[in-house]
C-alpha cells in the first residue's frame, strides 16, 4: 500500500490565489519529486529535490524537501487556470521505483 | 517518436482473459518501469527493469502478472485470467540510467484497462 499521504485531496481556488500542497511520510527518502499530471497523460516531472531542507523553484513553483527527509511541500503562486490537474509527490530511496503519493486534484476558477 | 509510448490506448476484455499491454521507452533508455493508477489513486509500482539486471518484481500483485523486455527495449506487461479489480491505467515510464538520486523517470500515455 501507499506510504505517503498528501494532503489535501482536492483543492478549488479562485485565479490568481495561492496554493501549498504537502506530503509526509513514516519512512526517509532520499528524493522528493512532484508531477503534474492532466487527463489521458502520464505524469509530468515539475520538481525533484535531492537534498534535505533544499528548496527549489520552477517559475511559480516552489518546493522544499523536509528536513527530516520524511515530508515535502509543493507550492504553486498565482494560479491560472491553465494549473488544472492532479499534482502527485513521490518519493524515491535508491535508484528504480518511486512511491506516489494519492494525488491533490486542483480546480481553478477564472 | 520522442517519448515513451504505449499500445493500446484502451483496451476492455472479459473476465478471465488474457491482455498484453505494451512499452516502447525512449531510445537509449536502460531502464524501464511498470506502474498502475486506479480511479482516484496515485501510482503503484509493479515492476522495475534495469539493463541486464534481474528486474525488480516486488509490486507484483499476484502470479497472473508477468513482463518481459526484450532486447533491453520494448516491455510487454501480461495479466492472465484478467479478474474486475485488474482494471485501471497502465503506465510505463523509462529513465536514462535507472540509478542515482537524480535519473529522471519519464511516463507513457499509458493503457487503459476495463474488464468486464
Known amino acids: 500500500g501507499q506510504q505517503l499521504n498528501q494532503s489535501p485531496q482536492s483543492m478549488f481556488i479562485q485565479e490568481g490565489e495561492d496554493v501549498s500542497m504537502n506530503c509526509t511520510s513514516s519512512?526517509?527518502?532520499?528524493?522528493w519529486l512532484w508531477y503534474k499530471q492532466e487527463p489521458g497523460e502520464g505524469p509530468v516531472l515539475l520538481i525533484a529535490?535531492?537534498?534535505?531542507?533544499e528548496l527549489t523553484s520552477n517559475g511559480r513553483l516552489t518546493a522544499q524537501f523536509g528536513i527530516t527527509r520524511k515530508d515535502s511541500f509543493l507550492n504553486i503562486s498565482a494560479s491560472i487556470p491553465s494549473d488544472v490537474g492532479i499534482y502527485f509527490c513521490?518519493?524515491?530511496?535508491?535508484?528504480?521505483?518511486?512511491?506516489f503519493g494519492d494525488g491533490t486534484t486542483l480546480t481553478v476558477k477564472p | 517518436g520522442a517519448g515513451v509510448s504505449q499500445s493500446p490506448s484502451n483496451k476492455v476484455t472479459e473476465k478471465g482473459k488474457d491482455v498484453e499491454l505494451r512499452c516502447d521507452p525512449i531510445?537509449?533508455?536502460?531502464?524501464l518501469y511498470w506502474y498502475r493508477q486506479s480511479l482516484g489513486q496515485g501510482l503503484e509500482f509493479l515492476i522495475y527493469?534495469?539493463?541486464?539486471?534481474?528486474?525488480?518484481k516486488s509490486g507484483l500483485p499476484s502470479d497472473r502478472f508477468s513482463a518481459e523486455r526484450t532486447g533491453g527495449s520494448v516491455s510487454t506487461l501480461t495479466i492472465q485470467r484478467t479478474q474486475q479489480e485488474d482494471s485501471a491505467v497502465y503506465l510505463c515510464?523509462?529513465?536514462?540510467?535507472?540509478?542515482?538520486?537524480?535519473?529522471?523517470?519519464?511516463f507513457g500515455p499509458g493503457t487503459r484497462l476495463t474488464v468486464l
Open positions: 515510464a523509462s529513465s536514462l540510467v535507472g540509478g542515482g538520486a537524480t535519473d529522471e523517470q519519464f
Open positions: 519512512s526517509i527518502f532520499n528524493t
Open positions: 529535490l535531492y537534498k534535505a531542507g
Open positions: 513521490a518519493g524515491r530511496r535508491n535508484a528504480g521505483k518511486s512511491t
Open positions: 531510445s537509449g533508455h536502460t531502464a
Open positions: 527493469f534495469q539493463g541486464n539486471s534481474a528486474p525488480d
